[in-house]
């Protein structure tokens, strides 16, 4: 258990439509990034929030988008859902942006499925 | 720009035996490197890193990896698998110069036969 929760676990969408995953980092902590996973591949990096304020972005486009809450909770969403959009999301939370610094904790992630 | 090869997709191993898990890296200076599990249904988890100094890094659960420069790998060991060491792992590189985000490989899925 490392205190990151996402929600939902599992989700089927439609192409086309949007999508809202949420993640809910560990206490303290004031930095959450996300990552995708296609099946059988690694995560790619989406961004990262840093309070509440994007702090680097990966090669996805623009539909790709995120919020950072005040409690350090965040978002992520996906508009108009390509169906290469289907694999397992992962935030991960840290005390701080540089995974260089501190280890980033995994949440379980979300399974989206787009049909 | 950083790349992680994780050349066996699948890797077999009876347990009791011994391990090892290749990771390759491309990257102009010294990268930061990381180990990942990954069990079916669960997150990442981190099982250890190397920033500088000794290159022989040793992390959770008896697992160990050695940074060779040379050959531009860190390399994942454990003397003795046991059957809850059945996962998939990750090999990932970071670098201040890319920000904040960590490049995977691909994974190498671990299977333990008793």
């Known amino acids: 258990e490392t205190g990151v929760t996402q929600s939902p676990t599992h989700l089927i969408k439609t192409r086309g439509q949007q999508v809202t995953l949420r993640c809910s980092s560990q206490s303290g902590h004031n930095t959450v990034s996300w990552y995708q996973q296609a099946l059988g591949q690694g995560p790619q990096f989406i961004f990262q929030?840093?309070?509440?304020?994007?702090?680097g972005r990966g090669n996805f486009p623009p539909r790709f988008s995120g919020l950072q809450f005040p409690n350090y909770s965040s978002e992520l969403n996906v508009n108009a859902l390509e169906l290469d959009d289907s694999a397992l999301y992962l935030c991960?939370?840290?005390?701080?942006?540089?995974?260089?610094?501190?280890?980033?904790?995994f949440g379980q992630g979300t399974r989206l499925t787009v049909v | 720009a950083q790349s992680v090869t994780q050349p066996d997709i699948h890797i077999t191993v009876s347990e009791g035996a011994s391990l090892e898990l290749r990771c390759n890296y491309s990257?102009?200076?010294?990268?930061?490197l990381f180990w990942y599990v990954q069990s079916p249904g669960q997150g990442l988890q981190l099982l250890l890193k190397?920033?500088?100094?000794?290159?022989l890094v040793q992390g959770i659960k008896g697992f160990e990896a050695e940074f060779k420069r040379s050959q531009s790998s860190f390399n994942l060991r454990k003397p003795s698998v046991h059957w809850s060491d059945a996962a998939e792992y990750f090999c990932?590189?970071?670098?201040?110069?890319?920000?904040?985000?960590?490049?995977f490989g691909a994974g190498t899925i671990l299977r333990v036969k008793s």
């Open positions: 990932a590189v970071g670098a201040q110069e890319y920000g904040n985000k960590l490049v």
């Open positions: 190397y920033f500088s100094g000794d290159t």
């Open positions: 991960a939370s840290s005390l701080d942006p540089g995974p260089m610094n501190t280890e980033a904790f």
């Open positions: 929030y840093y309070r509440e304020e994007e702090n």
């Open positions: 990257y102009g200076a010294t990268p930061y």
